[in-house]
């Protein structure tokens, strides 16, 4: 299980965990938005209400920018624990799009 079983899985791992984060954070916008008193998704609403519009793309614009820092430290965690699933691209090396073939 040590040897072959945990390290066959963490490929797979490091996928699924890079689509929940994204999901979380629109997940999380869109809570706030329906139904929280404060957040993101609540100050969006009322800027919205009051007709401040350069409010309601800069704060998605900040969670966009907090989720993308979270997949990039995500893939150098899984480029260092999985560097060896790829022939192609050096250990450590994080790349950007999906792996060629």
Known sequence: MRKVGIPRSLPYFFGSLKVAITLAFVGAVVSETVGANKGIGKLMLDAQASFQV??????????????????RAT???EARFTGWAFRDRPIGRITHGPHPV
């Not at 704060?59 to 997949?71: D, F, N, S, T, V």
Request: glycine share 10%.
């Open 75 to 77: 893939a150098a965690v």
């Open 54 to 71: 350069p409010i309601v793309f800069r704060r998605p614009a900040g969670a966009g920018r907090a989720r993308h820092r979270a997949l």
